[in-house]
């Protein structure tokens, strides 16, 4: 079944530990957002580790350069996932593979505002990075757009085991997104912002469920 | 006359501010590497700018999504000046540069691990940020390669007054970009891991006052 990531990009630590707290039942992989990472440093993926040891850890830090160190960082930090941008050069790409591989964690090629999607995605599968994530941009979803293309494209190119899809997720894309049962869906907002952070994310870990 | 910009990756904080306290007389921008802001947040920012606060600052973002939201989280914390990706979508581009003007700060863009280097500069210089940096990976130094040949291609293409240069950069390869009399030449390591931080930066500074 697609697994359900929380993206969190906002708030103080004692939300954050709030949302972590009544939610990991739910919730299959909690992500440490850039602008979290950006405000507070690796020492916040730290905390959130130590309090919730059994939560599988996401840190989004887009790498794009000195794949090695800097994911060594991350997993150092308590990290289970580092991200790493499709637009990196490959030789960032496989360091940061490599050191995972090294460690036993994972790492999530974030292809975010990569404009030739189905070629770069052939080329970084062959890298071999546990996921590739289809990333429709903060500053794009303003316009209207959304993953689903991208998505499409991308599921007739490799297995649906290393897609993660991401970008804006609300119940109806999640909905559109389902049957091409990729290995993970990437949800914040339509999580975070709703008062009823449990129901909501219940309601979305059902829809994903149905779809089995 | 070309500036110095200090690219500092690696120490503690209380290492990070005896080198920009040394080298401060010397140095034109400090930079806070991404590395670092990875480690620390922009907490480090703000304690350098609070701590020097006449030193020009810039934080090394490579901000790929939320152009404004994270331009502004920059700048909020006392950064002059904020780095978004040249690989990044245009609207997050755009929407940092209005930040930076709303602001009364800058912004340059980092192509680092652009293929199509001259395509994407035009694009970007249309934009109209404050500068555009021409960045050969730490990945890719590794393989032998440096910021030349695309700084000579970048040359043909837009003022110098925009251009911003980095990449593995020590004396010899100073010389050779000297000629194209950049805006700012980035240097971290041919001055940080110097046991004479002040005269490996001193003479380095010569180089570029005997281009004038």
Known sequence: MTKLQLALDFGSREVIKSIVDELKDIIDIVEIGTPLIIKEGLNLVSVIKNTFPNVKLLAD??????????ANMAF??????????GAANDQTISAAINE????????????????????RVTQVNRLGPDYIC?????DLQKDGQNPLTELQ???????NERIAVAGGIDRQMLQLIRPFQPKIVIIGS???KKTDWKTAAFQLKQILAEGR
Request: glycine share 6%.
């Open 61 to 70: 830090l887009k790498i794009m350069d000195a794949g090695d160190y800097e």
């Open 76 to 85: 150092e930090a308590g990290a289970d996932i580092v991200t790493v941008l």
């Open 100 to 119: 995972s591989n090294r460690r036993g964690k994972q790492v999530m090629v974030d292809m975010i505002a990569v404009s030739d999607i189905s070629n």
């Open 134 to 138: 289809i990333h429709t941009a903060t």
């Open 153 to 159: 494209q991308v599921s007739q190119i490799i297995t």
């Open 190 to 192: 339509s999580i975070t």
